[in-house]
């Protein structure tokens, strides 16, 4: 049973430019939370999705980011229109259900905003 | 409100116990967790405890729980150079619909060989 999923591991962007990023949960998981990890810091706590529903987007930045977990395929991060500030590591976990509330944490996508 | 603390470092010689704290503020909290980062990956999911529980033993760890003063505590026995990481503690809020996880700023654990 492959873990969480996500790609790419590291990705460069200029500023103005779109940043996508995707998690594919562990197989039987249908609840997927994005965290950003800002250098040096511990992770925050961004957008809580299950499948084709936004559940609680309440750590998520007003503008330029969203995320989505459709039907079939990966939960993706959008960041449009980067800026140096948005350079973290950028973490999705899984979970099968919320109640003990396990979560799975994938390696990561280290985004760098040139 | 929301907000887990740990302090930044701790050195330790082989062989030798570890002992990580943290303290939090959510007294909703119902499930504490214990999460190893190590460089350049993601995080692994070492150990959780109910918040009704004070103790609780797995192999060479221990969490200590004193819910009264909101301390959580992780020991590791006979400390080696592999667990050398970060260790983060986090709180999950039941009652909500998100159960998110709430993270300390993470401890720096340096094992001397």
């Known amino acids: 049973n492959a873990g969480v999923m996500q790609n790419p591991r590291h990705l460069v962007r200029r500023r103005g430019q779109e940043a996508r990023l995707r998690c594919s949960p562990m197989?039987?998981?249908?609840?997927v939370y994005w965290y950003r990890q800002l250098p040096e810091e511990g992770l925050k706590f961004m957008v809580y999705?299950?499948?084709?529903?936004?559940?609680?987007e309440s750590g998520m930045p007003k503008e330029r980011f969203s995320a989505e977990f459709p039907k079939e395929g990966p939960s993706i991060l959008r960041i449009q229109q980067v800026v140096r500030g948005d350079s973290a590591a950028y973490f999705c976990a899984s979970s099968q259900k919320p109640g003990v509330n396990e979560q799975f944490f994938g390696p990561g996508t280290r985004l760098t905003v040139l | 409100g929301e907000d887990v603390e740990q302090s930044l470092f701790l050195s330790v010689r082989e062989g030798d116990s570890s002992v990580i704290n943290c303290t939090y503020t959510?007294?909703?909290?119902?499930?504490l967790y214990w999460y190893k980062q190590e460089p350049g990956a993601g995080l692994q999911l070492l150990t959780y405890i109910f918040s009704n529980m004070d103790m609780k033993q797995d192999q060479r760890l221990t969490v200590l729980l004193n819910k009264k003063d909101k301390h959580l505590s992780l020991r590791i026995a006979d400390t080696q150079t592999g667990d050398s990481a970060i260790y983060f503690c986090?709180?999950?809020?039941?009652?909500?619909?998100?159960?998110?996880?709430?993270f300390g700023t993470g401890t720096l654990l340096a094992v001397q060989p």
């Open positions: 197989k039987g998981h249908s609840h």
């Open positions: 959510d007294s909703s909290s119902t499930y």
């Open positions: 986090a709180e999950s809020i039941q009652g909500g619909a998100t159960n998110k996880l709430i």
């Open positions: 999705l299950q499948k084709e529903n936004i559940i609680d």
